[in-house]
């Protein structure tokens, strides 16, 4: 399996800060990677996927970036609205395997 | 606008099978991509368990292979989970979701069923 290591585990900022949030394969991979939003009860939302195509609908705040083993999620001017956790996701091969998620919390 | 919905026991005793339905609307499962499952236990994070395609082509987690079974009934439109001889382990939140074949994303979930495993 293919196991994927998120950092931080969990972060606090404030409204209108960067935000960067880091996702590593433990194999390649190559662009095969998503991000997902999940708030509390709720189903995870597909923000990007194919390390850096935005899911339509998506803010354009949102970004991704990487291939091979690391991969980046950028938040450009965070919002409160994004105050959630963010998971990543490898498509590459099975099992799908999902990294352990990053809290984002307000500061 | 696709949409999946979840169905099923929400408590479910030690040894005994789970068994859920996910129904889909607003998209022909005979259409394409494939259809899956994924859990969450309480406070913890996502767990893949298997997929199925229309035709009944699957794949399993390995880690649950062994007491999973997927089926697809295109007739109503909707796919099942099965996991067999569960155990406290397997209380989570129980999601469906549409997996695209574009970049093999999950691009369309169900709210998701809390099974709790309990005598």
């Known amino acids: 399996d293919i196991q994927m290591t998120q950092s931080p585990s969990s972060l606090s900022a404030s409204v209108g800060d960067k935000v960067t949030i880091t996702c590593r394969a433990s194999?390649?991979?190559?662009?095969?990677l998503n991000w997902y939003q999940q708030k509390p009860g709720k189903a995870p939302n597909l923000l990007i996927y194919?390390?850096?195509t935005l899911q339509s609908g998506v803010p354009s705040r949102f970004s991704g970036s990487g291939s091979g083993t690391d991969f980046t999620l950028t938040i450009s001017s965070l919002q409160p609205e994004d105050f959630a956790t963010y998971y990543c996701?490898?498509?590459?091969?099975?099992?799908?395997?999902f990294g352990q998620g990053t809290k984002v919390e307000i500061k | 606008q696709v949409q999946l919905q979840e169905s099923g026991p929400g408590l479910v005793k030690p040894s005994e099978t789970l068994s859920l339905t996910c129904a889909v609307s607003?998209?022909?499962?005979?259409?394409?991509?494939?259809w899956d499952w994924i859990r969450q236990p309480p406070g913890k994070g996502l767990e893949w368990i298997a997929s199925?395609?229309?035709?009944?082509?699957?794949y399993h987690n390995p880690s649950l292979k062994s007491r999973v079974t997927i089926s697809v009934d295109t007739s109503k439109n909707q796919f099942s989970l099965k996991l067999s001889s569960v155990t406290v382990a397997d209380t989570a939140v129980y999601f469906c979701?549409?997996?695209?074949?574009?970049?093999?994303?999950?691009?369309?979930w169900g709210q998701g069923t809390l099974v709790t495993v309990s005598s």
């Open positions: 979701a549409r997996h695209d074949s574009s970049a093999w994303q999950f691009d369309y």
């Open positions: 607003g998209y022909s499962i005979s259409s394409g991509f494939y």
């Open positions: 199925i395609y229309h035709s009944g082509s699957t």
């Open positions: 194999q390649t991979i190559t662009r095969y």
């Open positions: 194919a390390a850096s």
């Open positions: 996701q490898q498509s590459y091969s099975y099992p799908r395997t």
